[in-house]
């Protein structure tokens, strides 16, 4: 009975459940409630807007909460639904299901990544990419690090000249069975996307929809500054390549040496695409490498480049971007710029033509493998269920941003951010504008929001402070694009780690070491730049 005891114990500390950080939805959900129980201690206020409905400096104003207690508990049981498909007044300044305005729920890009679930699913019936992939593995067995630096360095100027994050959701199918063949895990593809193309919007020189709007509300051209920006991106860039290889030289080298480990599918949350992206075996098949593509796979091949390279095409802002025009602009809502003509080439497309471009290129892939009416049905509704788990993370951060909207308590915090800057020496104010956006990039995720909101405050205070108006727009966005590399409520982020199944936690974990980089070099970087000036 002695010797019981101790295996006893033994087995009982062995079965002891260790504790396992949230899914991406619960966590996301778990920031949805300490924002709305934040929102209850800090004041409502507001600012007096200019025509234009920016804010002006010097009018904010206490104001009663809008809501009451029973409100602001319906706020917060209703924030998923107004994040699915919510509308913003012009008029009341809130978000709801039942008021006239325009959309502010996140259904678009929800839609979106369905239907590039439906087309992966059919493709990959094909067995067309998995092929394909096995090919493209073979010859780049021992170049893996070449593919990972021009996705990254083409993302990344994607981003830094047109804001290309969102699209970007719909590249993980295509790459995360690729990079497994390679031996790379999960968190490499993710990486690889996620801060290839966010450390392009952090380092934006000429993107409309952060630069130009921000230079459109400081009264500059979007020109001005870019030779420091250019500076910028080249370093941020690099640094960030250089981060993300290292850990993929690890991981190859190591399967071991992984922060996700290689089987991270399971039953509840398998897809399309996991079927090939379980482990860091080099071959997707044991046969894949050695069959050659048969005509209905070059065709599905085909198919599948041509509705990718039209999605990049179709969402650039050419004529902004090679007119060098500023705001004001949105990305979010209606992916414009006004005041630019389109030029005769530029289809101006956004989730709803994305969403029905990759919907028709689904039955499209259906008719050309010759499969039945129901076939094709099926795959097509496997394939967008199995988005609805990133559908559900995008949500809940669409909830968030409603409920810092419909408290009115964005104006306190922009207010508090306008006092911490005020008086700063000119290298000081510089550090301090883009250290005071980052909590403010948390929530308002989208840079033409919050360049319309920030600006117009920052742009005095600039001036005051005898900081050029060029580098205050620099600081602002390196403060955003920081922010968004880590924050909760980007849907980049939030979305692209639920598809790739990366934890959160873990995410956090590989990022902090270039997170604190990128702000040292940034903040070194404008501190000289605002003392030369």
């Keep these: 009975m002695s010797e019981a005891t101790p295996k006893t114990t033994n087995q009982s500390k062995a079965s ?46 206490r104001i009663e909460s809008p809501l009451t207690f029973d409100k602001r508990v319906a706020q917060l049981i209703l924030a ?21 305005g325009r959309l502010f729920g996140q259904i678009g890009i929800i839609v979106f990544i369905m239907s590039i679930g439906a087309f992966i699913s059919i493709s990959f019936a094909t067995h067309s990419l998995e092929v394909a992939v096995a090919a493209l593995a073979n010859r780049l067995r021992n170049h893996g690090w070449l593919l990972i630096t021009a996705v990254m360095v083409l993302f990344s100027l994607l981003g830094t000249t047109m804001g290309f994050s969102v699209e970007t959701l719909g590249f993980y199918a ?30 934006a020189t000429v993107n409309p929809f952060s630069i130009g709007v921000a230079a459109g509300e400081a009264g500059v051209g979007i020109g001005e500054g870019i030779l420091l920006r250019l500076i910028l991106w080249v370093l941020l860039t690099s640094m960030a390549v250089a981060w993300v290889l290292r850990y993929a030289a690890r991981v190859r080298a190591s399967p071991s040496a992984s922060l996700i480990g290689f089987d991270q599918s399971t039953s509840e949350d398998a897809s399309s695409a996991d079927n090939t992206a379980g482990s860091p075996d080099p071959d997707l098949d044991p046969d894949a490498a ?62 709803p033509q994305l969403a029905m471009l990759f919907l028709i290129a689904s039955v499209l892939v259906g008719l050309v493998a010759r499969m039945d009416e129901k076939e094709i049905v099926r795959l097509i509704k496997a394939g967008a269920s199995d988005m609805m788990g990133p559908a559900m993370v995008i949500l809940l951060a669409g909830g968030v941003s409603v409920i810092m909207t419909n408290t009115q308590t964005l104006g306190t915090i922009l207010h508090a951010m306008e006092q911490l800057i005020t008086g700063s020496s000119a290298g000081a104010f510089a550090v ?76 956090l974990r590989f990022m902090w070491p270039l997170l604190l980089a990128l702000f040292v070099v940034s903040a070194a970087v404008l501190a000289i730049a605002a003392s030369i000036a």
């Design 290 to 351: 050695d069959r050659t593509l048969t005509g209905t796979q070059r065709w599905v091949l085909a198919i599948t480049v041509l509705a990718f390279g039209l999605m990049i095409f179709s969402v650039i802002p050419w004529a902004s971007i090679l007119g060098g025009n500023t705001g004001p602009a949105d990305y979010y809502v209606t992916h414009e710029v006004a005041g630019v003509e389109p030029l005769w080439f530029e289809l101006d497309w956004w989730f």
């Design 80 to 100: 998923p639904v107004n994040g699915i498909y919510g509308l913003l007044s012009p008029v009341a300044g809130v978000v709801d299901t039942e008021i006239v």
């Design 174 to 203: 295509l790459f995360i069975p690729l990079m497994a063949a390679l031996g790379y895990d999960r968190l490499v593809t993710a990486a690889m996307i996620i801060v290839g193309s966010l450390i392009g919007v952090m380092a």
């Design 432 to 507: 301090a504008t883009m250290v005071v956006n980052v909590p403010l990039a948390f929530l308002i995720p989208s840079s033409s929001g919050h360049a319309a909101l920030a600006m117009p405050l920052l742009t005095p205070l600039a001036d005051f402070a005898g900081v050029g108006r060029p580098l205050t727009i620099t600081a602002w966005i390196l403060g955003h694009g920081l922010a968004l590399l880590v924050s909760p409520t980007n849907v980049v982020l939030i979305g692209g780690l639920a598809i790739a199944k990366v934890g959160y936690d873990k995410y």
């Design 16 to 61: 002891r459940p260790r504790f396992q950080f949230p899914s991406a939805v619960t966590t996301l959900a778990f920031v949805m409630v300490l924002v709305w129980v934040a929102a209850l201690f800090i004041p409502s206020g507001r600012y007096a807007r200019d025509a234009d409905g920016s804010p002006i400096p010097g009018t904010f104003e």
